[in-house]
């Protein structure tokens, strides 16, 4: 069964600090995946996109790795800032190999709180 | 360039009432989308346009659920009778290129919040 499960489910750190969101999938065949942010009352926006022969992509202070052997990412964050505080959602694509099953996977996010 | 458009951004129902909602994609992207987001999960795709036709319709509950996109630009998606359970945020996303293309950025809207009372 296709499945994105991310950790942890919730995590509050101090401004300044530096922290990694977790996200382990099962998609098969694998397209892509990326990382959302969602603030509260918004929709999702794009952080990055890897596809299979990518290991990391960074964004400003955001930086993603993809081990697709292990089928796992993180989502770093270094010196985060008070905007940095929503959910973080890892989603994955499953190749056009899948024919009509193909779909983007959701996780249900990190919510992540950054106080000062 | 301007975003995804998505009216109303709020709406406070009756169940059994109808209601709709309206979203205005990115100027040329061909796809659209619409989500269902309830509070603590995911987005769940509900229908997926490629111009004004359906790709992808099959978690959309049919019965009380339809959304069209008549002239391959803006859509309306409608619940007819509304329950309980429909209370969510609804997203329209929007891509530039179909199906067929390997990375398919979508961007979304700001949603609107649906509660049913």
């Known amino acids: 069964k296709n499945q994105v499960e991310q950790s942890p489910q919730s995590l509050i750190i101090l401004e300044g600090k530096n922290c990694t969101l977790q996200c382990n999938y099962t998609v098969s065949p694998f397209s892509n995946l990326r990382w959302y942010k969602q603030d509260t009352g918004r929709g999702p926006v794009s952080l990055t996109i890897m596809t299979f022969s990518e290991n990391t992509k960074s964004n400003g202070r955001y930086t993603a790795t993809l081990d697709a052997d292990t089928k796992q990412s993180s989502l770093h964050i270094t010196a985060s800032q008070l905007s940095d505080s929503a959910s973080y959602i890892c989603?994955?694509?499953?190749?056009?190999?899948?024919?009509?099953?193909?779909?983007?996977?959701w996780g249900l996010g990190t919510s992540l709180a950054v106080n000062p | 360039e301007a975003g995804v458009a998505q009216s109303p951004r709020y709406k406070i129902i009756e169940k059994r009432q109808s209601v709709a909602f309206w979203c205005n994609p990115i100027s040329g992207h061909a796809t659209l989308y619409w989500y269902q987001q309830i509070l603590g999960q995911g987005p769940k795709l509900l229908i997926q346009f490629q111009n004004n036709g359906v790709v992808d319709d099959s978690q959309l509950p049919k019965d009380r659920f339809s959304a069209e996109r008549l002239k391959g630009v803006d859509s309306t998606l409608k619940i007819q009778p509304a329950k309980l359970e429909d209370s969510a945020v609804y997203l329209c996303a929007s891509s530039h290129q179909g199906r067929e293309i390997l990375v398919n950025e979508q961007f979304f809207g700001p949603g609107t919040r649906l509660t049913v009372l």
């Open positions: 989603v994955v694509k499953n190749s056009p190999r899948a024919g009509n099953n193909r779909k983007l996977i």
